[in-house]
């Protein structure tokens, strides 16, 4: 069973453009890794410096391979001081129907 994962982060205003930057550069990268199925980052509408990341993994050995990557440790260091509030990391279960 893959894994599923929804990240919500709350964008320091004078960051955003940077931020935006870093998130897409990111998740290009993301995207080619092995047991990455679904790495995609949206804005809020309703709050603009809201930034939610949807993941898909196949595994968590994926997972863990990518918190070493080079470019998630460049990522990590250019979004250094500038979220507003700490992230929010949910892990999802399926609701059977």
């Known amino acids: 069973m893959s894994i599923h994962i929804v990240v ?40 603009p410096c809201t930034v939610v990341l949807v993941e898909e993994w196949t595994d968590q050995t994926a997972i863990d ?10 990522f990590l260091e250019q979004v250094r001081d500038t ?3 700490p992230q929010v990391v949910l892990h999802l279960d399926p609701v059977s129907a």
Request: charge should be negative; aromatic fraction near 10%.
């Open 8 to 47: 919500r982060f709350d964008v320091k205003p004078e960051r955003l453009e940077s931020t935006l930057a870093a998130f897409a550069e990111l998740a290009d990268r993301t995207r080619q890794e092995q047991g990455a199925t679904v790495f995609d980052v949206f804005r809020a509408q309703e709050e």
């Open 65 to 74: 391979t990518h918190m070493k990557e080079p470019h998630t440790a460049r």
């Open 83 to 85: 979220f507003a509030t």
